[in-house]
């Protein structure tokens, strides 16, 4: 639970928050570095409204593109709670335009109201993660198949985000568990929050320039692989308006297998010790060998999803050790390569066959 600054706190330094991204954000250099100070024009801009001289410059929305479990989600909620504003995470794809069946766009600030205890100053202050935005592509002009419909919802949702993103009074319900009426509405300024819109844009090569390699998996050096352009972003069919709203934006990298071997024994928020914290209570120490996370990094790198798919390697690979913790009590168990191969085998030779 991120606690919240009631008041309002002199603002962090760029290098301040860089270094709290840093203790649980492995890699992805430029992407910390660009967040670091887009957050701290944020709070710039927050505290002159709040004495009374609001900025007049453009704020500092961010787009974070990369592949799928490489730390974009990670990243904004690090920000928000060191930060202690209000933050909520949208899926782009749950909303509709205006007036179709499913969410419409200002729900986002509805809920960031809640998760600022119903102030509505607080919310003014939040940051809004919007996720999956290159869902909500437009697709006119690509294949016309029974998707057509979908596709110019997209459309109509990136549409719906402009005025939230650029800055408009929205009057959000304060009653959500009652029924609505009109005078249970209180107006919440969306001209300083922070969004964060993310998306894999993970067939961007099919819409842009086919010569480009744009594959996010290989290993790519600070100044190698093509960068991303606005163009490319265009073509793919996300609005120039949108895009002009979200003047900073990040490309981020897959994880290499030496980073996710970095944020596995992260000090902090390291999956291992959950698993640990559950064995221990059946009286089982875990053992973790070297050689045993480079087997799960490895396997997870092979998967290519990220950090995220570590966490199902780690689940398949200690599934058998959680059933049998009850037995094992008063025992150490070592998790070696050889432990994860073999636990991991056993699970591809069930004894049906699955798909
Ligand atoms: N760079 C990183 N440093 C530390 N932990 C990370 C990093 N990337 C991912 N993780 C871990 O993996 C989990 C999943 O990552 P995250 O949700 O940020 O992925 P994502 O980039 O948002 O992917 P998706 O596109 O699938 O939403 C995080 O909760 C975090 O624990
Ligand atoms: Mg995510």
Redesign the pocket.
């Known amino acids: 639970m991120t606690t919240l600054a009631k008041e309002l706190p002199a603002p962090f330094t760029p290098a301040r928050i860089l270094r709290e991204l840093d203790a ?5 250099e430029r992407a910390k570095k660009a967040v670091a100070v887009a957050a701290y024009s944020h709070q710039k801009r927050t505290r002159a409204r709040a004495e009374g001289r609001p900025l007049t410059s453009r704020k500092s929305n961010i787009l ?1 593109i ?10 904004a ?1 690090t920000l928000a709670r060191f930060l202690e504003v209000p933050f909520v995470i949208a899926d782009a794809t749950e909303y509709t335009e205006a007036g179709y069946y499913g969410k419409d766009v200002e729900v986002m600030i509805g809920e960031l109201l809640l998760a600022a205890d119903m102030d509505p100053e607080l919310a003014q202050r939040g940051i809004v993660f919007i ?2 935005v290159d869902k909500i592509a437009r697709r006119s002009h690509g294949a016309v198949t029974g998707a057509g419909n979908r596709d110019i919802g997209g459309e109509g949702v990136q549409q719906g985000l402009l005025k939230l993103l650029e800055g408009r009074k929205i009057f959000c319900p304060t009653n959500v568990t009652q029924h609505w009426s009109k005078h249970d509405f209180v107006p919440v300024d969306t001209t300083d929050i922070l969004f964060i819109c ?3 844009f993970s067939d961007l090569h099919m819409y842009g320039n086919r010569s480009k390699r744009l594959g996010f998996t290989g290993k790519v050096g600070e100044s190698g692989g093509p960068a991303i352009t606005e163009k490319d972003l265009l073509r793919y069919g996300m609005l120039a308006e949108f895009l002009g709203r979200l003047p900073v934006q990040v490309r ?1 990298e897959a ?1 290499t297998e030496d ?1 996710l071997l ?2 596995l024994t ?1 000090p902090r ?1 390291s ?1 291992l010790h959950e698993f640990a914290e559950l064995l221990r209570l059946d009286g089982v120490t875990l053992d973790w060998d070297e050689s045993g996370l480079r087997e799960i990094v490895a396997q997870a790198h092979r998967r290519e ?4 798919g ?2 199902a390697v780690l689940e398949e690979v200690m599934s058998e050790a959680l059933f049998h913790g009850p037995e094992l009590a008063g025992t150490t168990l070592r998790i070696d390569g050889a432990y994860v191969q073999a636990a991991l085998a056993a699970l591809t030779a069930p004894r049906t066959p699955r798909q």
């Open positions: 649980h954000v492995v890699g992805q974070l990369g592949p799928t479990g490489c730390g974009k989600t990670h990243i909620r996720d999956e993310a998306g894999t981020m994880l980073d970095a944020v992260l928020e999956v999803t990220g950090a995220r570590m966490k």
